[in-house]
């Protein structure tokens, strides 16, 4: 197995909750302006595989990044795009409070696909107590999503074109819309969705009829898995258990 590639980040500059990248300019292709939602529409009926080869041809190897979260769409999404191109390059947002099974899906995942899963991070715990005191993830939950996930994103996204996410359309009403392949102002580059239109059935088939390794937690009650502050199971809408009695359903990366 080789090893986990390491990036951590310094001090990230302040976040703002509706910063975008406003220098990014119109959407392109080839050079030439495209109408993000003509496209997305001419994409639609592909399926997850056709999608990921299209965007293989499209942004070749290096331009292709995929986010993965350890979480089930994750493996899916792992199996999918190594199968295709084993030198896809995928990597993940450590905050540091990840749960203990998700660092070892990470290990176990690496070791059964021979991937090196690139590392970001933003400063230490520590530092952040010490510039925004302590339990920052409860007083000002955005504020401490934007230091430990949508900053180090971005550093993660500098050198692609493209990137990859396991969003679904039922995980949430905030992603119902999600289209199969679309602009990400946030952060000016494309995005592509290739489970969109995914079924929590479709997902966990391909995990049990390809022996993809999973997340643990997802037996135990969590459908939906980030930090250990701010994730409790829940048996309703598969993203009801994240920042529970909270007014927030996403960290700023997909929304």
Not at 5 to 33: H, S, V
């Amino acid at each position: 197995m080789k090893p986990l590639a390491e990036i951590t980040l310094g001090r990230p500059r302040p976040f703002l909750e509706d910063e975008g990248n406003g220098d990014a300019g119109a959407p392109t292709l080839d050079g030439k302006p495209v109408d993000p939602d003509e496209l997305a529409a001419e994409l639609e009926p592909l399926s997850a595989r056709e999608l990921i080869e299209w965007a293989f041809e499209r942004f070749g190897t290096d331009g292709l990044k995929f986010a993965v979260s350890f979480q089930k769409t994750s493996s899916v999404i792992i199996d999918i795009a190594h199968s295709i191109n084993p030198d896809a390059r995928f990597f993940y947002l450590d905050t540091d409070l990840l749960f203990p099974e998700t660092y070892a899906t990470r290990d176990r995942l690496a070791e059964r696909y021979g991937i090196e899963f690139e590392r970001y991070a933003g400063i230490s715990l520590e530092e952040q107590e010490r510039l925004h005191g302590a339990n920052l993830w409860r007083r000002q939950p955005d504020a401490c999503c934007g230091i430990r996930k949508v900053e180090p994103m971005r550093e993660a996204l500098s050198d692609a074109s493209c990137w990859v996410s396991g969003i679904r359309r039922s995980d949430s009403q905030t992603r119902a819309g999600a289209p199969k392949f679309a602009w990400d102002r946030r952060f000016g580059l494309w995005k592509l969705n290739p489970l969109a239109d995914w079924t929590e059935q479709q997902v966990w088939n391909h995990i049990q009829e390809n022996s993809v390794p999973y997340n643990p937690l997802h037996d135990r009650g969590y459908p939906s898995i980030g930090c250990t502050h701010c994730t409790m199971p829940a048996a309703g809408e598969s993203r009801d258990g994240r920042w529970f009695g909270l007014d927030k359903t996403e960290c700023g990366i997909n929304g």
